[in-house]
């Protein structure tokens, strides 16, 4: 089984389900439990086969699970457990269960081993980060990588909405933003050291309001909260494209064609806020319940704010010091609004490393575990992203068959070797981590295909850790075994011993960017507020 539970104890006996079994009990977790067994197709009913208690002595997401002769037992602490319960029975019964309903193999009945198995997760944040505005992935496959979270146990899927090269939602109140900010006319092609080329395609996409309510809705409903974000001050060309009014130096910007880090940056000015306030009220209303909103704060050019007369006159009103005191005041206002609106701000580590933030901002420390400990230690809560070894753009290994990545090497084992509570923290900053995240950034995923290259396995040894705490007994042996599951929801992912021939794309310039060198890089740069340029 993947993640592995806590505890199971195999049991004499067995019981078959079929098409149509009855499920029995409470009527959220009934649900919860026909939805993640789809291809069961199993009837509510009075008395039944699998049968759904809530025993609220245990956590939300906790759940038992007794098979044998007499039918299925579950018993929940909330809907999250009984939904982790019925993925876990899903594990029990064979890969063709993972097929669609009607498929072959589903005639029959299933025979389920008897086992009892408790189970709780070891953290409450088990993500997935995924970079839409790079390369725009439609909600399709949105909503599949939805289902392949919840098969895993993942419970939080972080959409990047904007970025320096395009804006991908739809706002009634600037609809520049979709109809300017959402498409660039080409895409640069070339790598790293190459001459300059592009492809002369156009590319583009967003969601429609309605397209992420039913977005957040499908994953609530699969117990993955979908948390938002929206990137400013910095990654702002595709939004002054459309409304350069907002930008600190006024100018045009074009949605940007190529990757690296732009000059481009918003003003920390008042309408700004007012702009960025609308969208956290368009985009909440659409996602529904909204507990965390990311509003970025990486890689921030801080030239534009220097040099400007104005935003220089505002800082010294205000009695700042410094250009990076003043970020981190402006995310602070954002936080300050988000939290009126019930949402707590997630940022990446520069807006703690810039000045003092909202108390309860969470941290995503992404250039490295050390920035991550002092943000903990400083008393906000962190969810690990260290590039090594939680960005899954970078290849699973230096050789040119891969496709080509940003750099190398992270591979299953090491996403297994992580530990995202390090035993060397205090307690105290232990207790400040809320779980760990990997993110698929897209300018090197062109599309879904590359994507699930990406993502799996390496998702699978994600979910392993945040599960549990640490990658469980035999973790290589199961993770072959689980690879029979993945095969039957049809998901090309990377063959644990190198891709297809028709998974190679264009080659892997091996060494580009090694991730060593990266993190080192990086880890100097958190000590100095000033300088946040990597060239990753
Ligand atoms: C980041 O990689 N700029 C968060």
């Not at 806590?6 to 009527?27: C, D, K, M, N, W």
């Not at 699970?65 to 029975?89: C, M």
């Not at 700004?272 to 969208?279: C, D, G, K, P, S």
Request: with cysteine.
């Amino acid at each position: 089984m993947i993640p592995l539970p806590r505890l199971i104890r195999h049991l004499s006996g067995s019981f078959e389900v079929t098409p149509g079994s009855v499920v029995s009990g409470p009527a959220a977790p009934v649900d919860a439990v026909r939805l993640a067994l789809p291809g069961l197709d199993l009837r509510p009913g009075d008395s039944g086969d699998i049968d759904v208690r809530l025993d609220p002595a245990l956590g939300p997401e906790a759940y038992r699970l007794v098979t044998g002769s007499r039918g299925v037992e579950i018993t929940a602490g909330g809907r999250a457990g009984a939904f982790y319960a019925a993925q876990t029975l899903h594990q029990l019964l064979p890969d063709s269960s993972y097929r669609a309903p009607a498929g072959p193999g589903h005639e029959g009945g299933w025979s389920v081993p008897g086992v009892r198995v408790e189970d709780e997760p070891r953290f409450a944040w088990r993500g997935l980060h995924l970079d839409v505005a790079r390369h725009f992935f439609p909600k399709r496959e949105v909503l599949r990588l939805v289902d392949l979270m919840a098969a895993h146990k993942l419970n939080r899927l972080h959409l990047h909405l904007v970025d320096d090269q395009g804006w991908r939602v739809e706002s009634r109140a600037y609809p520049l933003l979709h109809e300017v900010a959402s498409h660039r006319p080409r895409t640069a092609s070339h790598q790293r050291g190459e001459p300059e080329s592009y492809d002369g395609v156009p590319h583009g996409g967003h969601y429609s309001l309605a397209d992420l309510a039913e977005i957040a809705a499908y994953a609530r409903a699969r117990e993955v909260v979908v948390v938002p974000e929206i990137d400013v001050p910095g990654h702002a060309s595709a939004i002054l494209a459309a409304y350069p009014s907002l930008g600190a130096t006024g100018e045009r910007y074009e949605v940007l064609d190529r990757w690296g880090i732009s000059p481009a940056i918003l003003s920390p000015l008042p309408p700004t806020v007012e702009f960025l306030t609308a969208i956290f009220d368009e985009l909440a209303g659409a996602l529904g319940a909204t507990p965390f909103f990311h509003i970025g704060g990486d890689e921030v050019v801080l030239d534009h704010w220097a040099a400007s007369p104005e935003i220089d006159a505002y800082r010294r009103s205000l009695g700042l010091d410094s250009m990076p005191a003043l970020q981190a005041w402006f995310l602070r206002r954002l936080a300050d609004a988000l939290a009126e609106r019930g949402s707590r701000a997630v940022v990446w580590d520069e807006a703690f490393v810039s000045g003092e933030l909202r108390p309860d901002t969470v941290v995503m420390p992404w250039r490295g575990m050390g920035v991550g400990r002092r943000a903990a230690a400083a008393g906000h809560d962190v969810v690990a992203t260290p590039v090594f070894p939680l960005y899954f753009d970078y290849a699973e290994s230096a050789s040119p068959d891969e496709p080509v990545a940003i750099g190398d090497e992270i591979t299953v084992a090491d996403v297994a070797a992580f530990v995202p509570a390090p035993a060397d923290w205090t307690d105290e900053e232990r207790s400040r981590v809320l779980g760990a995240q990997a993110q698929l950034w897209t300018e090197r995923i062109p599309d879904a295909r590359v994507l699930d290259y990406r993502a799996w396995p390496r998702a699978c040894a994600l979910a392993e850790v945040v599960w549990g705490g640490e990658a469980g007994p035999d973790f290589p042996d199961r993770l072959r075994a689980h690879l029979g599951r993945l095969d039957a929801l049809g998901v090309e992912y990377r063959p644990l011993d190198g891709p297809r021939p028709w998974q190679r794309r264009r080659p892997h310039r091996a060494s580009a960017t090694r991730v060593a060198d990266v993190m080192e890089r990086l880890d100097r740069m958190t000590h100095d507020a000033e300088s946040t340029r990597p060239s990753v």
